[in-house]
């Protein structure tokens, strides 16, 4: 009997010691990580404010970026506005109206300020297609008047559904006087500008749209596209404007391989000066969007990059990666952000086991292995007891 009642303590005993070890600790050190070696500049006007929106790899970077007139960047929210309110598919031609006197009226006192307009004639028949075909190619100030007034009677209660999308988009720094951005009260930001442009082209009709160096309406023939470099260069739209306030003013979206899909970059510059305004604009934005492009990088880490430590007091270990590991990152996009998670353990760790993982949150999120750089074991029970 005593015997038994010895071996039966001994394996009560024998099973509750590894329950009495007190769970490892780690601690992870995760610095800064910035790519090594020289990286492109990123091109930033000398002048006025501009900023980058690339929404395949997160970047939403912004240089001077203030409050300003827009001119015709202004009719990107009129095309918002007006393809919510009147969703338009591919190959349909959307409602139409017929060109007043009045219409012609405005069109004959928008050439007198020099706004961009195209011409338009009393019973011209014009459908949504073609006024947003105007409007995005070649910035026609009257087809936007002409769009308002199909949507919402009139230019103040299109104006006022204008300035309540921009808060439902939390675009806080944009305010609409007008439809077409001719007047100075239509401001925003270049951060808020290229945001708005990334939605409106999610819809592929805007794109086929802003694509076209020309376009061909009924009474106006063809005219071309005001926005720089479209056709070449891989790019693809968007709008631009200038007026003497606001200066030369480009949303450019610019195509870019990334692994085998192809994805979009926009630069947006405001307040260019020089020239005809839009030439100095779009050149602007054209070396943005290329040295934000050219920014990709391969990072390299390393076998056995240290990024803590694991273990008991006075007896932990270091952990790393298992093998090497490498990934793209976009240097303006500055710092690699990483997270790391790790195991707790009761019992010992052996050289080379898994103990946690190490998350990269580049072009994609990454998940790396980290193991033990040597083995660890929990104090004894007599040095726990000592």
Known sequence: MVLGLGVAAALIVGMQLPLLHRPSDAHIVLKAL???????????????SAALVIPSIGIKESHNDSVVPIASLTKLMTAYVVLKKLPLAEGATGPCTTVSSDDVATYEAMKLTDQSSVAVSVGESLCELDLLNGLLVHSASNYAVLLAEMVAGN???????????????????????????????SVSTALDQGELAAMLMKSPLVRSIVDQTS???????????????????????VKSGRTAAAGGCDVMAVTFELGDQIKIAYAIVLGQRGGDLLG???????????????????VLLPKGRIFGRIGWAGA??????AQNEQFSWWSAKGSVPLTARVRRFTGTVQRGETVGWLVVHAT?????????????????LWQRLR
Do not use: C, K
């Not at 054209?286 to 492009?293: D, F, S, Y």
């Open 34 to 48: 910035r790519p090594a070696g020289p990286h492109p500049a990123i091109a930033w006007p000398t002048v006025g």
């Open 155 to 185: 230019t103040t209660s299109f104006v006022a559904l204008m300035n309540q999308t921009a808060q439902t988009l939390r675009l806080a720094g944009t305010h609409y006087a007008d439809v077409s951005g001719f007047d100075d009260g």
């Open 215 to 237: 376009v061909t309406l009924p009474v106006a023939g063809t005219v071309n596209s005001f926005t720089p470099y479209v056709g070449v260069d891989n790019v693809i739209g």
């Open 280 to 298: 100095p604009a779009g050149d602007a934005a054209l070396a943005l969007a290329q040295t934000a492009i050219s920014s990709e990088v391969g």
């Open 316 to 321: 932990t270990v270091p952990f790393g990666l």
């Open 364 to 380: 994609r999120n990454h998940r790396y292995r980290l193991v033990a750089e040597s083995t660890v074991s929990p104090p004894s």
